[in-house]
């Protein structure tokens, strides 16, 4: 079959469009460090477990695992609600009650660090992504559909110091999810230093070992 000119364009278009859409998006999200030190994850867990738990559900973290961050038994206590140690984060809101509120069940958290690419930045941005329009309508820019209102109310805040501090929640929140997703991520980058030195140092004790026997061939 014979393709056109204008059938190829229109082709190129269809399969291309994702990939300028995922370049605006990335071009979109604020150029920030997220952190990931114990203090700076235990305070995003605070945030989580105190604002985001409201909806979501972190169900692949389980209570006692908030201990690897530095929270004591009797500060986890407060947040089961009922449940055991051992079971899974769960929103207070329930499905139906999600349903009725935004016409569907809010994501659960636990892996939505790697659900996109640069997953920690997009959580931070979209969270001080909101802004109030002319109408008084609050608007996500970075993500226009989004049925999650500002939570931390950053479009509404005027005062500076309290968006600042607003800035620190979002990057803490950002940093408790990526660890969520990846609890031992922080383990591999500290084992890493010490398997690239190992590599090191048996690659030049094989080089020695080359150059000895082939000195000797010679």
């Known amino acids: ?3 056109t000119n204008a059938t190829l364009i229109l082709l190129l278009t ?3 469009a994702p990939t300028q859409l995922l370049a605006s998006e990335q071009q979109a999200l604020r150029d920030v460090e997220i952190g990931h030190q114990p203090e700076e994850i235990k305070r995003g867990a605070l945030v989580a477990l105190n604002l985001c738990v409201l909806c979501h559900s972190l169900k692949y973290v389980k209570y006692h695992n908030l201990q690897e961050i530095g929270f004591l038994p009797n500060e986890i206590e407060p947040f089961l609600r009922g449940r055991e140690m051992s079971q899974g984060i ?3 809101t329930t499905h139906e009650s999600a349903n009725d509120l935004f016409g569907m069940v809010p994501p659960d958290l636990s892996l939505m660090a790697k659900a996109r690419q640069n997953g920690p930045r997009y959580i931070y941005s979209l969270l001080l992504a909101y802004h109030e329009q002319e109408n008084s309508a609050i ?3 970075l993500f226009p559909d989004v049925k999650m209102p500002d939570v ?3 479009s509404v805040e005027e005062d500076e110091t309290m968006r600042l501090e607003m800035e620190q929640m ?3 929140v950002s940093a408790f999810l990526a660890w969520a997703a990846d609890p031992r ?3 591999r980058r500290s084992m890493g230093k010490y398997v690239i030195a190992y590599l090191v140092i048996l690659t030049l004790m094989l080089y ?3 150059r000895k026997t082939w000195a000797r061939l010679g």
């Open 90 to 92: 769960l929103s207070s």
């Open 170 to 172: 979002a990057l803490d």
């Open 14 to 16: 269809f399969l291309l």
């Open 1 to 3: 079959m014979k393709l």
């Open 185 to 187: 991520a922080e383990e």
């Open 139 to 141: 608007e996500n820019t």
């Open 152 to 154: 931390l109310g950053y």
């Open 208 to 210: 020695l070992v080359k």
